[in-house]
T-cell receptor, first 114, second 113 residues
Framework: EAGVAQSPRYKIIEKRQSVAFWCNPISGHATLYWYQQILGQGPKLLIQ????????DSQLPKDRFSAERLKGVDSTLKIQPAKLEDSAVYLCASSSPRGGNTIYFGEGSWLTVV | GDSVTQMEGPVTLSEEAFLTINCTYT??????LFWYVQYPGEGLQLLLK?????DKGSNKGFEATYRKETTSFHLEKGSVQVSDSAVYFCALAPLAAGNKLTFGGGTRVLVKP
């Protein structure tokens, strides 16, 4: 079974530029998550989708971050404009009740803002 | 709100040594508890979990017991290998929070030959 796919793996941008990350969850997983992991810290949930609806986006900085999952499968996370403090690893994850709701993570997209 | 506190690293050990990583939590009710591991250059992987008090999760020689009375979920392994070098994260998910994970800050473990 293929895991959670993310791209790009690495991205370096200048502050005030924009960036987008893509995620394809495990096939059949209705729940998709985006986490932000700043170096030396644990991951923090940004947004959670159930199919194409948002379940929790309480910690998403909505003035600059947006995310969508239009067809209930893959998802895109966008940052515009980026700030230096957005430098982090952006982790996508998915889960399904059939899998005991275990959350499976992708390898992450490493963002450096200079 | 919910929170997880785990011992800061790095923890440096020799091969075959005993490993303990302390984890305590604050949460309303009785959350599920998890240990995730992140090997260099890889994503987070679920190592083990426990869903109720006194449950013991185990995997790859690692164990952790859900202790409600001390709100703890310490990770242990009796004999570590170089391949266990990684960052370990303790996490919780409240039953009523839609499977939302709250993580601790992570503990880096380095095992030397």
């Amino acid at each position: 079974e293929a895991g959670v796919a993310q791209s790009p793996r690495y991205k370096i941008i200048e502050k005030r530029q924009s960036v987008a990350f893509w995620c394809n969850p495990i096939s059949g997983h209705a729940t998709l998550y985006w986490y932000q992991q700043i170096l030396g810290q644990g991951p923090k949930l940004l947004i959670q989708f159930q199919n194409n609806g948002v379940v929790d986006d309480s910690q998403l900085p909505k003035d600059r971050f947006s995310a969508e999952r239009l067809k209930g499968v893959d998802s895109t996370l966008k940052i515009q404009p980026a700030k230096l403090e957005d430098s982090a690893v952006y982790l996508c994850a998915s889960s399904s009740p059939r899998g005991g709701n275990t959350i499976y993570f992708g390898e992450g997209s490493w963002l450096t803002v200079v | 709100g919910d929170s997880v506190t785990q011992m800061e690293g790095p923890v440096t050990l020799s091969e075959e040594a005993f490993l303990t990583i302390n984890c305590t939590y604050t949460a309303t009710g009785y959350p599920s508890l998890f240990w995730y591991v992140q090997y260099p250059g890889e994503g987070l992987q679920l190592l083990l979990k426990a869903t109720k008090a006194d449950d013991k999760g185990s995997n790859k020689g690692f164990e952790a017991t859900y202790r409600k009375e001390t709100t703890s979920f310490h990770l242990e392994k009796g004999s570590v290998q170089v391949s266990d070098s990684a960052v370990y994260f303790c996490a919780l998910a409240p039953l009523a929070a839609g499977n939302k994970l709250t993580f601790g800050g992570g503990t880096r473990v380095l095992v030397k030959p």
